[in-house]
Nanobody, 119 residues
Framework: QVQLVESGGGLVQPGGSLRLSCAAS????????TGWYRQAPGKERELVAG???????NSVDSVKGRFTISRDNAKRTSYLQMNSLKPEDTAVYYC?????????????WGQGTQVTVSS
């Protein structure tokens, strides 16, 4: 069974940094596009940044220049490096991945990790 497990969230002061990780496990043939989403209280889940299987990235305007998405295919892990964090970045962050496994193609989500930016 394929699972995505996030880590790296926590409490940080404005201007600080965090690095989120999303590790995939299970019988996996390959991983396609992956993305990081976030959901703040009372708001809809939004895409923060995405990366294709060949490394092409995109991100929402509000995080450009501050957040960087990357992936390590050998480790089956994606990362979201978050710098210059702002209080409005506070949310639960979720990773998402297109995974090709013994069950075929599937779209998987992690359990979420809380990021709180506050002084």
């Amino acid at each position: 069974q394929v699972q995505l497990v996030e880590s790296g969230g926590g409490l940080v002061q404005p201007g600080g940094s965090l690095r989120l990780s999303c590790a995939a496990s299970g019988i996996i043939f390959s991983i396609g596009a992956t993305g990081w989403y976030r959901q703040a209280p009372g708001k809809e889940r939004e895409l923060v940044a995405g990366i294709s299987d060949n490394g092409i990235t995109n991100s929402v305007d509000s995080v450009k220049g501050r957040f960087t998405i990357s992936r390590d295919n050998a480790k089956r892990t994606s990362y979201l490096q978050m710098n210059s964090l702002k209080p409005e970045d506070t949310a639960v962050y979720y990773c998402n991945a297109e995974v090709y496994s013994g069950s075929g193609r599937g779209d998987y989500w992690g359990q979420g990790t809380q990021v709180t930016v506050s002084s």
